[in-house]
């Protein structure tokens, strides 16, 4: 499939970063972010297409992991799906929290470009906020099944594939 703009939903995103010091220049550009999360929403009609995708430090993300996963370390990528109050309609998807460090720390050892890796956690963060799981292997295979699909839009790599 080919990875021109006619794959990809319209979106709008803030873009926060959290940043203290680092190589920020390694961060997804807006650009970046609108075609990954776009082909996501694409492939599901979604009407929703706001939400946030912040850049944070390592503190930042093991305090949020810790306190709504209940694991007490920092983590790549959490997502925060946005549900509205009763009978109010809002085009909010919810927001993703990514740790620079922890996702540059993985694609080194990973043998992966940061850039690839942060393309996938920005999609399998997506597939969160759009209700996808991996708890069952059987969600497993489907979510991953997908991002593959996704990933390959952009000529990336298997993520699920050993190093060579």
């Known amino acids: 499939m080919s990875t021109d703009a006619k794959v990809t939903a319209a979106v709008e995103i803030d873009r926060q970063v959290a940043l203290d010091e680092g190589d920020i220049e390694a961060l997804p550009t807006l650009v970046d972010l609108e075609r990954w999360v776009g082909v996501v929403l694409a492939a599901h009609d ?5 939400l946030t995708v912040r850049f944070v430090e390592r503190d930042e993300s093991q305090a949020l992991n810790r306190d709504y996963r209940g694991k007490d370390k ?3 990528v959490l997502s925060f799906p946005f549900e509205a109050p009763p009978g109010i ?9 990514i740790c620079h460090e922890v996702v540059v720390q993985e694609a080194g050892d990973q043998h992966k470009a940061t850039a690839d890796h942060y393309a ?3 999609m399998h963060g997506c597939l969160h906020l759009l209700g996808y799981d991996h708890i069952e292997e059987e ?12 990933l390959a839009r952009f000529a990336i790599a298997d ?6």
């Open 74 to 76: 920092p983590t790549n």
């Open 139 to 150: 969600e497993a295979d489907a979510m991953e099944a997908l991002e593959r699909e996704l």
């Open 89 to 97: 309609e809002l085009p909010l998807l919810g927001d993703l929290v």
């Open 159 to 164: 993520p699920y594939r050993p190093p060579a």
């Open 46 to 50: 979604e009407a929703r297409t706001e």
């Open 120 to 122: 996938h956690l920005v």
